[in-house]
């Protein structure tokens, strides 16, 4: 607990401007995810958005190159734009983190390409829904991991499985920060909650198993049974009213997985062990 620092309101003042930057980057990807389009025509145009609205990205500080993540059908993360040609029917994750006035702020998307199949549009609905139940529990007084089970439980129910291997994290004046937020059940209920704290939650799905394998690139992960994945994700803040999404786009009427599903089952919180 002593390492996640409490931000306060000047910091999430800007947390949320970059947030906004963020949000309003991806959905402008989102409309040209089209048949045809280059994975590396989409980082341009986000290089040039971000740089018009006074931010700069984030990956520069880890060697990444592009200033948003491309990630395909099975590629669960950090995809890298290159030569890749979009097709029709190709799911589709966008994954941004930039800086502005010293902070950081990072979310995603996944989209199709033009018609998907249903058994995608299920793998979509049922990630985002897992991230709208999370950010519905980052409440005061809760405890972090109650969020990581209700969301593990959630897609368990949904006939689909959560990545182990990588996790939601703090942010703030790093682009990592304590706590790791993992979207699967823990053998503690975590760190309780408190207002001024600040991180991602960001459920990776797999239509099958939850092994990941990672390319030659070192960078792009993939489903290792090659089915495919989907990433949602929005930086949060506890408050004390309740939690506080930090990448709400300028049209807040696009913001997505702002409603709790309800899901088929009940979900069942985390025990201390």
Known sequence: MANIRLKSARELE?????????????????GHLKDGVVTREL??????????????????????????????????VHGIPGPRVLRAGDVVGLDIVVIYGGYHADAAITAGVGIISPQAQHLLTSTENALALGISLAT?????????????????????????????????RSMWEEPQVPNYRQGSRGPVLRSG??????????????????LNDQWTIVTKDRKLSAHFEHTI???DNGSQILTVPSDRSKTWATVPPAPRQEVHIARSM
């Not at 800007?14 to 989102?30: E, F, K, P, S």
């Not at 704290?197 to 960001?202: N, V």
């Open 237 to 239: 803040a506890v408050a």
């Open 197 to 214: 704290m600040t991180f991602t939650i960001e459920p990776m799905v797999n239509a099958g198993r939850p092994e990941t394998k990672t």
């Open 43 to 76: 980082n341009d145009i986000a290089e040039e958005y971000i740089a018009s609205r006074g931010a700069v990205t984030s990956y520069a500080q880890v060697g990444f190159d592009g200033v948003v993540c491309v990630s395909v059908n099975e590629e669960v």
């Open 14 to 30: 800007l947390m949320q401007h970059a947030g906004q930057i963020v949000a309003d980057t991806l959905l402008l990807l989102r």
């Open 140 to 172: 005061p007084g809760r405890h972090l991991f109650d969020v990581s089970a209700a969301i593990h439980d959630y897609i368990e129910s949904e006939g689909l499985s959560v990545v182990r291997n990588l996790v939601g994290h703090g942010i703030g």
